[in-house]
């Protein structure tokens, strides 16, 4: 019926696939979220899942401009990187990081 029963790494990583890998560190997540970074004009490291959530609480207070294109940068990189993810579960269709990163911009 189509259905997939697979744990492993949809990106092709051979790692388990739970949050903290599908979304940090997988190294094709890690990219798309580094060039997000680069692009918001954040200089870090990509940190694990629960500091990711405290630094963004912590630093996407506000009303700025600088804080909404943060916001919705973040919004479309979860989601292209969940598009994808289930582009290449349900359709055995892939695309390169370098087009996630495109389409986020």
């Known amino acids: ?18 949050q903290e890998h599908l979304w940090f560190q997988c190294p094709y ?9 680069i692009n918001c ?7 694990p899942l629960d500091q990711e959530i405290s630094w963004d609480q912590n630093h996407m207070k506000g009303k700025g401009f600088h804080i909404w294109i943060r916001r919705l ?16 579960v349900f359709r055995n269709d ?9 389409a986020i911009r």
């Open 1 to 18: 019926f189509g259905i997939t029963n697979s744990s492993g790494c949809y990106f092709g990583y051979g790692n388990e696939e739970d």
């Open 29 to 37: 997540s890690r990219e798309v979220w580094n060039k997000c970074l």
């Open 41 to 47: 004009n954040v200089v870090r490291t990509i940190l």
């Open 73 to 88: 940068a973040l919004n479309a990189t979860v989601y292209h990187l969940w598009l994808e993810r289930n582009r290449r």
């Open 94 to 102: 892939y695309k390169p990081k370098e087009n996630i990163i495109k």
